[in-house]
Every structure is written in C-alpha cells, then in structure tokens.
C-alpha cells in the first residue's frame, strides 16, 4: 500500500528537523527511505543536489544523524553511551 505521496521539503544544511504524527502516516517510511533500506518507487532524495541512489549506502549512512524516539542506554556509563555514536572519540570530544 502506498503510504507516502506528493511529499517534497528542504532542509537547510545545519537545519534540525522533527518528524511527528499519528502510527502509521510515514515517519518511519521516510527514514528508511533516506537511509537507503530501500529506494523510492518514484522521483527522488536529493542531498546536496545528488540523488541519494547514486550514492554508496555506508558513505550515505554516515552523514545522517538519527535520534530515536525510544532511546536506549547500554549497561555502562554514560560517558561510552554517548561516545557510541564515535568510538575514537576522545573525553575531550565528548564532554564537549
């Protein structure tokens, strides 16, 4: 079923943006899309002018930043959960 359609926006470089609405209405689609689990049936994701297909998914992957609804914490301190996202972070980095 098709579950997005007609749907267009900019985000500026350095821009946050906030997905929200009811279950089912696409949030979810629309992150999967961009981070390439699978492509769009029609027209296109452009970062920078360049079609997101056109680009190697782990270079794409990369550059996008993702803060979930339901966070998770590991078991250990929070100074290594938020290093998580950049294990060679150093303390300095990190406190930052």
């Not at 079923?1 to 267009?8: A, F, Q, T, Y």
């Not at 994701?45 to 914490?73: C, E, F, N, Y």
């Not at 998580?84 to 930052?96: K, N, T």
């Amino acid at each position: 079923r098709e579950i997005l359609k007609d749907v267009s926006f900019t985000v500026q470089p350095g821009q946050t943006v906030a997905l929200v609405g009811k279950s089912g209405c696409g949030k979810s689609t629309l992150l999967r899309l961009l981070f390439r689990f699978y492509d769009v049936q029609g027209g296109c994701i452009r970062i920078d002018g360049q079609d997101i297909s056109k680009v190697k998914q782990l270079s794409l992957r990369a550059h996008i930043g993702v803060v979930p609804q339901d966070t998770v914490l590991f078991n250990d301190n929070i100074r290594d959960n938020i290093r998580y996202g950049r294990i060679s972070a150093s303390d300095h980095e990190v406190e930052a």
